[in-house]
């Protein structure tokens, strides 16, 4: 018998932690799931506490972790990703941020395993080169409204960087927009916010003219990344690139979300831009083809369909 590999995730009841959770387990993996409900759903946990590999920690990552057990990989998911949500408390996202990849690294240390930290595609900001590519150093207003969330991510990396030259496997994969089942509906996430609105016949609101770009990576697609990287035969600190290089208008995105609720009585209404909101957003994934022989297969539509039947099938739980 071949003994089964120890995951801990924290963030593990959030959007991507809740649907890796879920792939590890149907992996043969232990999970060990930690999180502290700031931005996920204490719902999520419920799918798998009836399983035997499944354990949950409820703890906040800007304290050291009360992980005792062996662990053989980490996730480091934890941290508010969404505009409204992160913005609600600055100083709390910036220290989960800084403070929490301090110990999930001294963890990653002990245990001497590979760590995989999830970074963001925010730490390029408004970025002067399109697509993006993992030797860019950004442009982000380091006082601005997103800054705490930018920034943090930003020397998370320094972190993790400095903490690879001591010796610790570290992978850093920036994470792309990403959507599919188990987004929080009300996280403020441009996805969940059309699909909401239009389920519920109320307009759908883009910013200026929607003229802005972004390229939304399916579910399925990102946790296929991410197991690509922690999975690299040795040591790779990247980072990667992990998002879809398909690139649409915020415009379009919404009108395809009224064209798959076709039921909605919903029109597009226009607000005025947030500050520090990036013109444009989509990855080159040429590294990660060529280290990871991996690409994104979902198209837009494959994977709005699928998330529009996921929050129709939850509407009650969402209310």
């Given amino acids: 018998m071949v003994e089964k590999k120890t995951a801990l995730i924290t963030g593990g ?4 932690g809740t649907n890796l959770t879920q792939r590890l387990l149907g992996l043969n993996y232990r999970v060990l799931s930690l999180d502290n409900f700031y931005s996920s759903d204490s719902e999520n946990t419920e799918l798998f506490t009836n399983n035997p590999d499944y354990s949950f920690i409820c703890h906040d990552v800007r304290r050291p972790l009360p992980v005792k057990e062996k662990v ?4 480091h998911l934890a941290c508010p990703a969404s505009p409204p949500v992160y913005q609600k408390d600055p100083l709390f ?8 990849v301090q110990n999930v690294l001294k963890l990653a240390q002990k245990n001497n ?3 995989f930290f999830a970074s963001t595609s925010e730490i390029y900001g408004d970025p002067l080169s399109h697509p993006q590519k993992e030797t860019d150093w950004g442009h982000v207003n380091p006082i601005g409204p997103r800054s705490c969330y930018d920034e943090g991510k930003r020397i998370g990396e320094t972190f993790c960087r400095e903490y690879a030259r001591l010796g610790v496997d570290v992978r850093v994969g920036r994470i792309f927009n990403t959507y599919g089942p188990f987004m929080n509906p009300k996280d403020g996430r441009v996805v969940s916010n ?3 609105q239009a389920l519920a016949g109320k307009p759908l609101t883009v910013y200026g003219k929607g003229e802005q770009t972004r390229s939304f990576c399916y579910i399925s697609d990102l946790l296929d990344g991410i197991l ?3 999975n690299l035969g040795k ?5 990667f690139n ?3 290089s398909e690139e649409v208008t915020i415009l379009k995105l919404a009108k395809t979300v009224l064209r798959l609720v076709p039921e909605s009585k919903s029109k597009i209404k226009y607000l005025l831009l947030p500050i520090d909101d990036p013109r444009q957003r989509r990855p080159s994934l040429r590294k990660a083809v060529k280290v990871l022989r991996w690409r994104p297969k979902v198209s837009l539509e494959q994977g709005l369909e699928k998330t529009v039947s996921f929050f129709k099938k939850n509407e009650k739980r969402f209310l």
């Fill in 242 to 244: 992990l998002g879809n």
């Fill in 113 to 115: 395993c590979p760590l």
């Fill in 72 to 75: 053989d990989m980490i996730f």
């Fill in 235 to 239: 040591s790779n600190f990247g980072p």
């Fill in 194 to 196: 059309f699909i909401n």
């Fill in 228 to 230: 690509a990287v922690i």
């Fill in 93 to 100: 996202t910036l220290e989960t941020a800084v403070l929490g």
């Fill in 13 to 16: 009841s959030g959007f991507v």
